[in-house]
């Protein structure tokens, strides 16, 4: 796994492309959820379960078709939220900014907003104002690369035992990660 680096910026690495997009899933954080997969990721963390999204032009170009589909998705009345994955949402923060910027103008926070990340919220909340921006729109962020050696399976939502599952509303106001309590629990 390598550590993120200071010139990991999206606008030097993304090429906004996306390895796939799910409406109405179930597994992608609480409730049915639009599950968007950005392409491109540089933690490179050992038994990653999605290795062929490493590349930043896995997939196809983000477009806005796909986004009108998104919030046509994200406006049924089933549906809790959207959720981030990768690749790594912020190293992708142009399509990430793009979409989430439109779900809070057009449906405000009737949705929520999930993100997985291999940043922890502290480096989040160091990095560049993109970053920055993407992380004030969550709700949730599952933070933290995957380690192979604290692998849990039985976890919710996250894979390894390093992960957190944080209400990122709250630990903006704290200044410090706070866990989602009915998720996870920080020693
Ligand atoms: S941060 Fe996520 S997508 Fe990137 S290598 Fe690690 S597990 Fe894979």
């Not at 906004?16 to 997969?37: H, I, N, Q, T």
């Not at 900014?97 to 919220?121: C, I, M, N, P």
């Not at 849990?152 to 992960?163: A, E, I, V």
């Amino acid at each position: 796994m390598r550590e993120p680096q200071p010139d990991w910026l999206s606008s030097r690495l993304s090429k906004d492309f996306v390895a796939d997009y799910k409406p109405f899933v179930f597994v992608d954080g609480e409730g049915v959820r639009c599950s968007l997969y950005v392409s491109g990721c540089l933690f490179a963390c050992e038994g990653c379960f999605n290795e062929a999204a490493w590349s930043f032009r896995y997939g196809t170009p983000y477009t806005g078709a796909l986004e009108d589909r998104i919030l046509t998705d994200l406006a049924h009345e089933s549906v809790q939220g959207l959720s981030l994955l990768g690749g790594e949402p912020f190293l992708n923060t142009g399509v990430c900014l793009q979409v989430t910027r439109r779900l809070r103008a057009e449906l405000g926070h009737a949705r929520d907003v999930w993100a997985w990340s291999g940043y922890t919220f502290e480096e989040l909340l160091a990095a560049s104002a993109d970053k920055v921006e993407l992380l004030g729109m969550l709700d949730v962020l599952v933070d933290g690369p995957f380690t192979l050696a604290e692998r849990d399976l039985t976890l919710p939502f996250r894979g390894s035992r390093n992960q957190r599952v944080l209400d990122v509303p709250a630990s903006l106001r704290a200044g410090r990660a706070v866990a989602l309590s009915r998720l996870c629990r920080l020693d």
